[in-house]
Structures are given as structure tokens and as C-alpha cells.
């Protein structure tokens, strides 16, 4: 199903960006691709090394705990990759002129996309779903992005003001509209929190494979019965109600695949991002915890692993917790 696997949303959105010029905060002239494209190389992107942890300016979207990833990426055109191949001597046949050249597609204007990877749930936290269907998906993007409108207006702001469109954006209700109108289907996810296989149910082979056998069996067997002259006249109708038959419960058979196919990944245990974040911080806290206990004897143990327990709440998701966007919990907990 496009845009929906594991429990989350896969979103893509493209935006066309304005022709002409606009004047930054200096006075200075440019077009707004140019001015879009300076906005994001100044927008922090995460507490993920050693440089940005000194300057610590953190992503502004992880301010989110339902966005795993997200991605901006200015679409100035299409990209020409040469001529298609074809034969001089057929074209001449045709009286076509090889050193003609062949049209190439272009884009209208240039575009921003905004590709994103979040939690198919409405409050953040909540248990990821293992099916939705389009209006409730509609539902998980407005909210989600209504969300993000209330945590990070001015960048968005910033970024988008580029783009056409945007100027009648004033509320979280409008920039989730904006978003619906420039979405895109996503047909190629990618899920990478599996710990175990996932629990797929398997295809049944044998009633499938006996269900397209038997009229198929039919059929050959009425037409071996016409040529070697049993079953006249009756053996003919026999073979070709058969066939139809065969035709009919093979393309059945294929459809129904095909269904099957496109049903979505189940959600991996433990695979939203308060889980994932929680995971990460639960992971250094107690490795620090066994390495500081070393040597200690059994009643010592005992009471500080409770101490760990009631300190660091193994079962709650939300807190205590790895902040968003950070490479360390030691660099950021909420």
C-alpha cells in the first residue's frame, strides 16, 4: 500500500518554488531558489558529532516524537541522460534526420521536496497500527502536521515562503492542507527496525495450486477425449467451458496475489520512535550500571539494579528518555 508500511508513514511532499526575486534581512537581491537553498543549509541538523554537539543548535524536528526522518531536497529539473539509442539506417528508411535533436523533458519550475518518515498514530506514543486506510492516513498526516506547525512555525515558515502557494498559510489547519495538496504517493518505503523476522502470514500454496489445477485438468483431459474421439460431441463444450474456466481462476489466482502482495508490513515490536529513543537510552545507562558494579556482591547488586529500575522506568516509553536528534543520552534526556 503507497505511503503506509510498519506503522508508519512514508510521506512525500513537492512543492513548486517561486520564479523571481525576493531581498533577504541585508537588502541583498536573489531568486527564491537561491534564498530556499540558504535557508536550509542554515537549519541545525541534529547533536550527531562532535561539531554540532559543541554548537548545540539542535534539528528543529526534534521537537517531533513521531518523526524518525525527515529530508529537504531542492528538485531544480530533470535530469537528461542522453539520447535514446536508435538505428541511423531505420531512421533514414523512415526519412528522420539522426542529428535532429530529440525533445527532452523539463520541468515547470523547480521544486522542493520534503520527504518524511513518522509514526501512523495520532498522539505520539501511541501503539503503532498495523493497517490504515486512506482517510484515516489523512487523518495521521494532518495531525502530525498541525503538530509540527505548533513546534517549529518559523522555519517552516521560512523555508516555505518560497514556495507557490504558501503566502495564505496562517495556522496549523493551513499548513496541513498545503501538505495534502503537494503529497505525493510513496511507493518504495523502507523499514529497518526489525529485531526478529517479521509475522507474515504465508500464502496457501496447496489450495491455490489446486484450485487453478482442477479445471485446468478438466480441460486438458475433454480435449484429449475430442481427439481420440469419446465424449462426442459433449467433449469439445467440455474443453472450451474448461478453458474459460482455467482463464478465469488463473487470473483470480493471480489478483488475489497480487492483494496479498500489497497488504502492508505488520509494525516491528518496539518500532516507534519513543520506543527506539527509550531503547537507545536504556542501552548506555546500563551499560554504564554493569560496568560500574563490577566486583559488587549479590545483596549490593540486588538493590542497586532496583535503584536502576526505579531510576530509568524500563517500562514507561516517554520518560525518562533519549531527547530526539542527539547521538548520547549523556548529550540530551528528558
Not at 525576493?22 to 527564491?32: A, C, I, K, N, R
Request: hydrophobic share 40%.
Amino acid at each position: 500500500m503507497p505511503n503506509f508500511d510498519t506503522g508508519h508513514l512514508f510521506l512525500t511532499f513537492l512543492a513548486p518554488i517561486k520564479a523571481g526575486t525576493t531581498t533577504d534581512l541585508t537588502g541583498q537581491v536573489m531568486s527564491h531558489e537561491q534564498a530556499l537553498r540558504i535557508t536550509l543549509g542554515l537549519l541545525p541538523t541534529a547533536l550527531q558529532s562532535p561539531a554540532t554537539i559543541r554548537i548545540g543548535e539542535n534539528s528543529p524536528f526534534a521537537r517531533s516524537l513521531q518523526t524518525h526522518l525527515c529530508r529537504f531536497v531542492v528538485i531544480e529539473d530533470t535530469i537528461y541522460n542522453g539520447r535514446d539509442p536508435k538505428d541511423a539506417l531505420v531512421m533514414s528508411l523512415r526519412g528522420q534526420d539522426p542529428i535532429h535533436p530529440q525533445a527532452v523533458d523539463r520541468l515547470n519550475s523547480a521544486y522542493l521536496l520534503f520527504a518524511a518518515d513518522i509514526d501512523a498514530v495520532m498522539e505520539e506514543g501511541a501503539p503503532l497500527p498495523a493497517t490504515l486506510d486512506e482517510k484515516q492516513q489523512g487523518r495521521v498526516r494532518d495531525a502530525w502536521a498541525k503538530r509540527l506547525w505548533d513546534r517549529m512555525e518559523p522555519e517552516l515558515r521560512a523555508v516555505y515562503d518560497n514556495c507557490v502557494g504558501f503566502d495564505s498559510v496562517r495556522t496549523g489547519d493551513d499548513f496541513a492542507r498545503y501538505l495534502k495538496r503537494c503529497q505525493v504517493d510513496t511507493t518504495m518505503p523502507f523499514h529497518d527496525y526489525w529485531t526478529s523476522p517479521p509475522k507474515l502470514s504465508p500464502l496457501p500454496v496447496k489450495p491455490l495450486a489446486a484450485i487453478a489445477i482442477v479445471p485446468l485438468a478438466a480441460t486438458v483431459l475433454a480435449f484429449l477425449a475430442q481427439l481420440l474421439g469419446y465424449m462426442t460431441p459433449h467433449a469439445g463444450w467440455v474443453a472450451l467451458v474448461g478453458l474459460a474456466v482455467s482463464v478465469a481462476v488463473l487470473v483470480g489466482v493471480y489478483r488475489y496475489i497480487v492483494a496479498r502482495g500489497q497488504n502492508p508490513m505488520p509494525p516491528a515490536d518496539h518500532g516507534d520512535l519513543p520506543s527506539v529513543l527509550k531503547s537507545l537510552y536504556l542501552q548506555q545507562h546500563f551499560a554504564d550500571f554493569v560496568v560500574d558494579r563490577q566486583g559488587a556482591d549479590a545483596d549490593t547488586l540486588h538493590a542497586a539494579f532496583g535503584d536502576f529500575l526505579a531510576t530509568h522506568k524500563p517500562g514507561d516509553t516517554m520518560q525518562p528518555t533519549q531527547t530526539p536528534g542527539v547521538i548520547s543520552a549523556r548529550h540530551g534526556t528528558s
